[in-house]
């Protein structure tokens, strides 16, 4: 026996032997975490797969089919304007409103189709932070001052982490980028405006499909809400038009998938999830089924799907063994973490951002839960930093990241995120505080 190779494999089986030998199973607290992580991912799994993820791969596998690699390098490469390109990517989450997962396909398709680094993590920041409705719910709920804070450090973060990230890998984007320069231009096969209102489509439809409820019954918010799955019903006829007219989609293939969500919709209209599965079925049937460009685009998103999902579903079932769900007790007691963030310290910012950057936010999720917070003791200054840090980033959101651009980049990334939210929570606590 050769023990100077052997003693790995022996020693991974003595780790889990005991590991397996100690498990402390029928403690309340470990029956309960792992209970909660099965609670999280179903709930991820029936409110964010199917709305949010599904529509943002169709649209990361359109970014890789139908936007050429020179248009990309033109407006968000290395080269680019650069106050343009920083200028569009940190405002994007305006018109995104998504969370820290959904951005991740779109991320993945504007970063391989040849988007500059900084811009690239600019927008993978503000995708998810730079939400309209959540920094107006922001100011309602926590005060004007938070939302006003909130909006201007994610703009202002955007643009330094995407510029910092471009400094520091500066020699890997050079090389990146006579790489990219090297290959051929793809033949542009229809006008700017055609591809411009197909993406529209989509990002409406995701943009409106996710529509969270507000606070209040009147207003321009609630009216946008209780018209959703029209407006939504509305982009995706559009879509189904456009593929018709202009990518050579059988207007019957169309007609086929639309019928049973056009019935399943006036049988169960208080169920509109039923007819969205349906739509999503139809167009992945007859785009996985076609010989052209059409069917490369459904390869893109399913191969976006098959990278990502299995790491955010993991992620999501450890994030939940550790945190709970919101009101709810993981491994990690919520006191712990209420107790830990009051006050205006280093420590105190530093724990809010670095707990915030590894918890899972859903859109809108993040005012109440600073709300309880609060309430049970958090300074204003943590409570920034974790409102600058959470939204944009997540344990599964870090596990994707890592297989995009490798670890290197992400622990950059992810420090400088907790860094700034740490010093911009110190700055805004020892003026507000």
């Known amino acids: 026996m050769n023990w100077k190779e052997e003693w790995k494999p022996l020693a991974i089986i003595v780790t889990v032997f005991l590991a397996c030998f100690y498990l402390p199973v029928g403690t309340q607290r470990f029956d309960n975490a792992i209970l909660e992580a099965f609670h999280l991912v179903k709930w991820y799994a029936q409110e964010h797969v199917l709305l949010c993820l599904i529509p943002a791969f169709f649209i990361a596998g359109a970014i890789s089919v139908f936007v050429s690699q020179g248009s990309v390098m033109k407006y968000l490469g290395a080269k680019a304007n650069k106050v343009l390109a920083y200028g569009v990517a940190a405002v994007s989450g305006t018109i995104l409103a998504v969370c820290s997962c959904t951005v991740l396909p779109l991320f993945a398709g504007i970063y391989r189709m040849g988007a500059g680094l900084g811009p690239a993590c600019a927008f993978l920041y503000s995708g998810p932070a730079i939400n309209v409705l959540a920094i107006v719910?922001?100011?309602?709920?926590?005060?004007?001052?938070?939302?006003?804070?909130r909006a201007v450090g994610a703009i202002l973060f955007s643009v330094v982490i995407g510029l910092l990230m471009h400094f520091f890998f500066r020699k890997e984007e050079a090389e990146r980028q006579v790489m990219q320069m090297a290959m051929l231009e793809e033949e542009v096969k229809r006008p700017?405006?055609?591809?411009?209102?197909?993406?529209?489509?989509?990002?409406?439809?995701?943009?409106?499909?996710?529509?969270?409820?507000p606070q209040t019954d009147s207003g321009l918010w609630a009216a946008i809400f209780n018209a959703k799955w029209?407006?939504?019903?509305?982009?995706?006829?559009?879509?189904?038009?456009?593929?018709?007219?202009?990518?050579?989609?059988?207007?019957?293939?169309?007609?086929?998938a639309a019928v049973p969500v056009v019935l399943l919709a006036l049988v169960f209209p208080e169920q509109p999830l039923l007819a969205f599965t349906a739509g999503v079925i139809g167009l992945s049937a007859f785009t996985s089924t076609d010989d052209g460009e059409v069917g490369d685009w459904f390869s893109s998103s399913w191969g976006f799907a098959k990278q990502i999902l299995p790491l955010l579903l993991f992620g999501v079932l450890v994030a939940g063994a550790l945190l709970g769900r919101v009101g709810n007790e993981g491994l990690i007691p919520s006191q712990w973490v209420a107790s830990a963030v009051g006050g205006n310290s280093l420590?105190?910012?530093?724990?809010?951002s670095f707990a915030g950057a590894f918890m899972y936010f859903a859109t809108l999720t993040e005012v109440p839960i600073l709300q309880g917070l609060i309430g049970a003791g958090m300074g204003k200054g943590p409570a920034l930093a974790l409102l600058l840090a959470g939204p944009a980033l997540s344990l599964p959101?870090?596990?994707?990241?890592?297989?995009?651009?490798?670890?290197?980049?992400?622990?950059?990334?992810?420090s400088l995120v907790i860094v700034m939210a740490t010093i911009s929570g110190i700055f805004y606590g020892s003026i507000w505080g």
């Open 137 to 149: 719910m922001t100011a309602r709920i926590l005060g004007t001052e938070m939302g006003i804070a």
């Open 192 to 213: 700017l405006w055609q591809n411009a209102l197909y993406f529209a489509s989509m990002v409406a439809i995701l943009v409106f499909a996710n529509w969270g409820a």
């Open 230 to 256: 029209i407006l939504t019903s509305i982009f995706s006829v559009a879509l189904g038009v456009m593929l018709v007219a202009w990518f050579g989609v059988k207007i019957w293939k169309v007609g086929v």
């Open 347 to 352: 420590m105190a910012n530093f724990f809010a």
């Open 397 to 414: 959101n870090m596990l994707v990241i890592n297989s995009i651009m490798g670890v290197k980049k992400t622990v950059v990334f992810v």
